[in-house]
């Protein structure tokens, strides 16, 4: 059996990245951080606050695995607006520490946006930005009346591909376009509630898009929304076995 090397988060400018792999850490939620082989880092929707209590009352089930003030990134990525992905607690701090990133955001985090007095660039649905290394695609998602201009972001680079889904249901004419794209990497929320992906739904996007790894999130943050790791393992199994799953602990990471 192959050794599996986890990595810390708090230390992710000091991981090295094993050739051919990039290193995805999870930190609870729907929040990502990424490294890739050049050393560049990534943060997607990180939420390492409690605003989310102080704005509607849904209490964390687990701590935050570092603080705002310890985030260290190049990029800087948001999909919508909702705290827990736009985490308006900690923006501030995550910029003040990282005041030369890149900032792109989907069109609903504007208003936002527009209260501070940092650069950012508003990715367009189907447009694509460059950053750094990477390339970054504003994907088509249904989260519904919660956020009709809630996105998903692709990230390619070299020969790797990488689908965020972000929130949304499973509207396959609407993620067509995307799932055509056959990501090597998938990303889905596993949460049914609140217009999400269920276990289900996730599963079977994971078989549409023939993806070769999938790795669930936004499940165990919130009693509010659901997500059963097992009942996802379960359905990948019985829809798509061929895809490898990868379950990752908050603050840690895996090569992928």
């Known amino acids: 059996m192959d050794t599996i090397m986890q990595y ?3 230390t992710i ?3 090295v990245v094993p050739r051919g792999k990039i290193l995805i850490y999870w930190l609870g939620g729907y929040g990502f951080m990424l490294k890739f082989p050049t050393g560049q880092v990534v943060l997607i929707d990180p939420y390492l606050s409690d605003c989310v209590e102080r704005l509607a009352g849904f209490r964390r089930l687990s701590l935050a695995p570092l603080l705002a003030e310890e985030v260290t990134t190049d990029t800087y990525l948001i999909t919508h607006d909702h705290p827990d992905h736009l985490d308006v607690d900690s923006f501030d701090a995550i910029v003040s520490r ?3 990133c890149d900032i792109v955001a989907g069109k609903s985090c504007e208003a936002f ?7 950012y660039k508003l990715i367009k649905m189907n447009g694509t930005v460059k950053c750094g290394d990477i390339t970054v695609k504003a994907v088509p998602a249904n989260h519904g009346e919660y956020c009709p201009e809630a996105i ?6 070299k ?5 965020f889904t972000g929130d949304t249901s499973f509207d396959e004419p609407l993620l067509a376009s995307t799932i055509n794209r056959k990501p090597e990497i998938l990303i889905p929320c596993i949460n049914p509630q609140f217009g999400n992906l269920g276990e289900a739904g996730a599963a079977e996007l994971a078989k549409k898009c023939e993806a070769k790894i999938v790795v669930p999130a936004h499940f165990g943050l ?3 929304h659901g997500g059963d790791p097992g009942l996802f393992r379960e359905q990948l199994q019985a829809q798509s076995p061929q895809t490898k799953l990868v379950f990752l602990t908050p603050g840690r990471g895996e090569a992928v």
């Open 152 to 157: 998903g972001l692709f990230i390619e680079f």
């Open 8 to 10: 810390n988060v708090k």
């Open 113 to 119: 946006l527009k209260t501070k007095s940092v650069p």
């Open 98 to 100: 990282n005041p030369v």
């Open 222 to 224: 919130f009693a509010e």
């Open 159 to 163: 020969d790797r591909s990488i689908y």
């Open 13 to 15: 400018r000091k991981d």
